[in-house]
């Protein structure tokens, strides 16, 4: 009795202590740098990281870009399972297809973004032999921030969509298609169906890819680094550059804890919102 | 109010035939019961009506209406699943008024009609529940309840009744009959249990291998079977097969003689159990008792005539037992005479 009581907690101990070690002691280092100056408990790196300029830009730029990035996310996911899941043939050459931006880097995916966009770039290219542009134009700099930001958008979906994809064409999976045809026999239109059996059914999916890609987009870096330097400012970013150029790692350490308590912030939220009973499952 | 033809039905699955032409007339307000073995392919036929599934060729029509190329919501049917399908993130209640919700039924009507198909069914306690907390046999009433909440004018059911305790099967299987019959609703229930289709079907037809073996009322599918299997398939215990050899036009064996049918050489003597008579001393056929089970209202004898098995079910007080021989005397109205070869029966 005390031993099969004992045993998953024996279990599930080794992944505990690694983690612990790796994460929750520089978590705690991080936390100490934070909130000590000169010895003692204090929050002037916090008030240095408000006072300064790009603060916040920065805040309002990864928030913007998370308010835009993540329902586009959804919504296309969304869009592609529904369409994988209608192929009888080739799913998974197409799934493939479609994922292949996951093995790519994210600074390697910002690259491959600013050879498309950058002056001397695809697009002016095409732009140009197609008589619309006269000339190279700069899509990437701060003179131009709306194409900066829709440049950064479509780089960031290229890159990340395939992950909420994944998730979702596995939780796709775990619904058994009895549901949707009982449905269809009881007269729901394809949009009933989606709304009111194949949602519901994929909120645990849906649930885990929101959290995942939400968290991620809090410390989008390399792709807006790679596009626009520091043209748009966002968190990570200005953490890299507190460390980096100005070598203070309080105030970088400071950037962190935001942005730690931002996403766990996210993570509840969801959790919360989209809580499924258990009873309620498949 | 809606009949069902269905016309030349083909489907196959790659290389392999679930169904091969398979014609039905089901007339309007009839309970027809589609009997067969697992495999035989009862589940495809009632999806191809439903149009979850699509014939290989073949049309489907209901009413007056061509309905093989509409989808399942166009056909105006509704189906009892064989794995229920009960949609998981809905209460009991809503589940069951999920039809009557997609034709936007007013609030008023779909709780009468919830309740109505509750109270038939002995789910009024769980409405509230979700079907996670439910028995096998609760969720299919709830799947049940669900299709005749719609009062549709065609029902499919695929062994709507297989998870529930012989009892309570039972309750409802009258139940489920005294509705149907009272709405004149068109009924296709699917069944592997053969005393089921008897007790609710207006017709039965068998199924095996994809092909409708026989069609005809419950008594006629009994007594006349069309076929080997159907005689096998239906009655338990199952029908008898003597074969016997044939000499002018009359079969033969041990002290048993009767005219017949046919011309070949051989002859299968088809017989119920329970249309031999015990006759002591009599003419007949010699029947060697191995195993004498008492079954209450019968005791069934499992036995050898010369060296082929046999089951006669005598009355519980003949006071038999294993290793006993004695006589037995077919009643040569009640036999049925089939080809050997070809498994058919043959006229009289
Ligand atoms: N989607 C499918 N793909 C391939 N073969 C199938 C498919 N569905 C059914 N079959 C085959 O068709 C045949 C008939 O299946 P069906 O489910 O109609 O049988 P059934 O009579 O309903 O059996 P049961 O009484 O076990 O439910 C079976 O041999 C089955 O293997
Ligand atoms: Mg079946």
């Known amino acids: ?282 | 109010m809606a009949g069902i033809l269905i016309d030349r039905i083909r489907k196959t699955f790659g290389a392999a035939t679930a169904l091969s032409e398979i014609s039905l007339e089901i007339a309007d307000g009839e309970f027809l019961a589609l009997l067969g073995p697992s495999g035989c392919g009862k589940t495809t036929l009632l999806r191809i009506i439903a149009g979850l599934e699509t014939q290989t060729s073949g049309r489907v029509v209901i009413g007056d209406r061509d309905v093989s190329a509409l989808p399942p919501k166009d056909r105006g049917l509704a189906m009892v699943f064989q794995n229920y399908a009960v949609f998981p993130h809905m209460t009991v209640f809503e589940n069951v008024a999920f039809g009557l919700r997609m034709q936007k039924v007013d609030e008023a009507t779909i709780k009468r009609e919830v309740e109505r198909a509750a109270a038939l069914l002995h789910i009024e306690p769980y409405l509230e529940r979700y079907p996670a907390k439910l028995s096998g046999g609760q969720r299919q009433r709830v799947a049940v309840a669900r299709a005749l909440a719609v009062r549709p004018a065609v029902l499919l059911m695929d062994e709507p009744l297989s998870n529930l305790d012989a009892l309570l099967r039972l309750e409802m299987r009258s139940e489920l009959k005294g509705v149907l019959q009272q709405s004149g609703t068109t009924t296709i229930y699917v069944t592997h249990d053969q005393t089921e289709a008897m007790g609710l079907a207006d017709r039965i037809a068998v199924m095996h291998g994809g092909v409708i073996e026989q069609i005809g009322a419950p008594q006629m599918i009994y007594e006349r079977p069309a076929t080997k299997f159907v005689g096998g398939f239906v009655g338990s215990p199952p029908m008898n097969f003597i074969r016997m050899p044939v000499e002018a036009g009359r079969a033969a064996l041990d002290g048993f003689a009767a005219h017949c049918p046919g011309s070949g050489r051989d002859i299968l003597c088809g017989i119920r159990p329970e249309d031999m008579r015990l006759a002591p001393g009599g003419d007949g056929l010699a029947f060697r008792v191995m195993v004498a089970e008492p079954l209450g209202s019968t005791l069934l004898l499992t036995g050898k005539v010369q060296d082929q098995l046999i089951r006669v079910a005598a009355r519980p007080d003949a006071g038999l037992k294993a290793g006993d021989t004695i006589t037995l005397e077919p009643e040569t109205r009640r036999i049925v005479w089939l080809d050997p070869e070809t498994g058919r029966a043959l006229g009289a």
């Not at chain 1, 959804?74 to 050459?93: H, P």
């Not at chain 1, 990340?160 to 009881?186: H, S």
């Open chain 1, 1 to 282: 009795m005390t031993n099969s009581r004992l045993l998953p907690y024996l279990l599930v101990a080794p992944s505990v202590v690694f983690l612990g070690l790796l994460f929750v002691v520089p978590l705690v280092q991080t936390i100490v740098i934070a909130f000590t100056d000169q010895g003692g408990a204090s929050l002037a790196h916090f008030r240095k990281m408000a006072g300064d300029l790009n603060f916040g830009l920065s805040l309002r730029n990864t928030f913007l870009l998370v308010a835009v990035v993540i329902p586009l996310q959804i919504g296309l996911a969304l869009a592609m399972a529904v369409m994988l899941q209608k192929l009888e043939k080739g799913r998974d050459l197409v799934l493939w297809i479609w994922t292949i931006p996951l093995g790519v880097s994210d600074l390697a995916a910002g690259l491959v973004w600013l050879a498309i966009l950058q002056d001397r770039g695809y697009l002016n290219s095409a732009l140009f032999a197609l008589g619309l542009i006269d000339g190279p134009t700069n899509w990437l700099s701060y003179e131009n921030p709306t194409t900066l930001f829709i440049g950064i958008v479509l780089a960031e979906i290229w890159r990340a969509t395939a992950i909420v994809l994944v998730i979702l064409v596995a939780g796709f999976q775990l619904i058994p298609k009895e549901y949707n045809e009982a449905a269809e026999v009881f007269g729901a239109t394809g949009w009933t169906r989606f709304r009111k059996i194949t949602l519901p059914l994929l909120k645990p999916s849906l649930q885990s890819a929101l959290i995942l890609r939400t968290v991620l987009a809090f410390e989008v870096f390399a792709v807006v680094y790679a596009l626009g330097g520091r043209n748009y400012p966002v968190l990570v970013g200005e953490a890299y550059t507190w460390m980096r150029d100005s070598q203070n790692d309080g105030v970088a350490a400071a950037y962190a804890i935001l942005i730690m308590v931002i996403s766990l912030a996210a993570t509840l939220l969801y959790i919360r919102l989209l809580r499924t009973k258990p009873e309620t499952q498949a």
